[in-house]
């Protein structure tokens, strides 16, 4: 008896995104390994943490590479340690008090993550709108001797901001950091370097969702000084941060899947969600789509595609609920009647399951 049936535990296909509620990504053999092997033995969490951070930011060219429980836990730390600077006194403070501990976010970027940041103790200070930018003067007025950091989402509210070349220039100038939330931004795995490359002072990536990592892990990556009050400050630390303890598993697993992510083939992987999108695109026009059409984008403009398909008749939503009724959770567009087909989690044979479910459901 395996534990899927131990536990009454249904499994899917995951042809919709990778969202944490269902479980995002399945890790690879060799993260599977990594995290059996040092299972199995007692070791020093802090060494674990520095030298697997050295190793991924070797790998990833970064100066140095943090390990946390996700991409939220990681906010909460780069947080924390922008408040706390180098003062012991400071972070044990946090999260109730402290004298500089305002954290900058673009109104448009405001979105359900930034709870990580005001979770260690900081008091966001939003500017601009929903929809317009706030003026690079109000940006530099906005910084005070309380300012801890500037946090930059990217993609999220990017027609309503500052470009981040912008933001990170102003905050510089002023002596204030600015941490990056590119949780999602995998592929292309150039992101790992690019937003440090341009002058970021901490850059965040979730381990759990297109890296193939631990569902519990995340990465820091960035300043040499930034990853260190990060390592002084951060779990297995205790205080504030506390609750974002990462395991030795954790560890070696997304460390384990960064280099397997890197040393990918990229055309091959490109060739691979190519042909599983015309794939998609066939078996919807042999359903009867006449619409459908391919964005070169991911959900949060990733760089991979995806199948779009205009509903000949019926309900989007009723036609995905159906699929998910066999297994198989695909996205659907409920305003513009349209099926979003999604390649990145899939295996070719789980390509071929998803068409059969799509001809299935069309004659149901
Ligand atoms: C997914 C996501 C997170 C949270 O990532 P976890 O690794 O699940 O904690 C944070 N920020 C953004 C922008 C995300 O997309």
Redesign the pocket.
């Known amino acids: 008896m395996d534990i899927f049936e131990e536990l009454g535990i249904r499994r899917y296909i995951n042809a919709q995104d990778?969202y944490?509620k269902y479980g995002?990504s399945c890790m690879g053999a060799e993260s599977l390994r990594a995290m059996a092997e040092i299972a199995g033995s007692m070791v020093d969490l802090a060494e674990v943490q520095e030298k697997t951070g050295d190793a991924i930011a070797a790998l990833t060219r970064n100066q140095g590479a943090y390990i946390s429980?996700?991409?939220?836990?990681?906010?909460m730390i780069c947080a924390a340690a922008c408040m706390a600077l180098d003062s012991e006194e400071a972070y044990r403070a946090l999260p109730e008090k402290g004298e500089r501990r305002d954290i900058i976010v673009q109104r448009a970027q405001h979105?359900?993550?930034d709870k990580?940041i005001v979770a260690a103790g900081a008091n966001l200070v939003f500017l601009g709108e929903e929809s317009v930018a706030p003026s690079e003067a109000e940006l530099t007025n906005a910084i005070t001797e309380k300012t801890a950091a500037v946090a930059y989402?990217?993609?999220?509210g990017r027609k309503g901001s500052l470009p981040l070349e912008r933001v990170l220039e102003i905050a510089h100038t002023h002596g204030v950091p600015v941490i990056v939330?590119?949780?999602?931004q995998n592929p292309p795995a150039e992101n790992l370097w690019r937003f440090t490359e341009m002058g970021s002072d901490m850059v965040?990536?979730?381990?759990?969702?297109a890296l193939c990592g631990p569902?519990?892990?995340?990465l820091i990556l960035g300043r040499r000084e930034w990853i260190a009050r990060c390592r002084r400050w951060g779990p297995p630390a205790d205080g504030v941060c506390r609750c974002c303890k990462t395991s030795r598993e954790a560890m070696a697993g997304l460390y384990a899947a960064v280099k397997a992510y890197l040393s990918r083939d990229e055309e091959a992987e490109r060739r691979r969600l190519s042909d599983a999108c015309a794939r998609f695109e066939q078996t919807l026009r042999a359903c009867g789509f006449a619409r459908v059409w391919r964005e070169e984008q991911g959900p949060?403009g990733q760089a991979f595609p995806r199948v779009f398909g205009e509903m000949p008749q019926g309900s989007a939503a009723l036609f995905s609920e159906k699929m998910k009724s066999i297994g198989v959770y695909i996205g659907s567009d409920e305003a513009d009647n349209v099926l979003i087909l999604n390649p990145l989690m899939l295996t070719s044979r789980q390509v071929k399951e998803v068409c059969a479910a799509l001809l299935r459901c069309h004659g149901m």
Do not use: M
């Open positions: 990778t944490t995002a429980n996700g991409a939220a836990g990681g906010l979105n359900i993550y990580s989402f990217i993609y999220h939330d590119a949780a999602a965040i990536f979730s381990g759990g969702k569902q519990d892990s995340g949060v």
